[in-house]
């Protein structure tokens, strides 16, 4: 992901539509947080192998 661009882009919503600044802000928060949980997942499922493989 381009952060530079994401915030450039942030910037003139919260400038043009401030009204649509949070909304925009808010879906973006949201969207993190469902791809932590989902990290969060994939660590635990590696973890869980790794042990389950080093034991076997």
């Known amino acids: 992901m381009d ?3 994401l915030g450039k882009a942030l910037g003139e ?7 649509d600044f949070d909304f925009a ?3 973006l ?3 993190a947080e469902k791809q932590i949980e989902q990290a969060d997942i ?3 499922e590696y973890l869980i ?3 389950v493989t080093t034991v076997a």
């Open 49 to 51: 192998l790794t042990i």
């Open 42 to 44: 994939l660590l635990r």
């Open 25 to 27: 802000l808010d879906s």
């Open 13 to 19: 919503i919260a400038e043009e539509r401030p009204e």
């Open 3 to 5: 952060f530079p661009l």
């Open 29 to 31: 928060i949201q969207k």
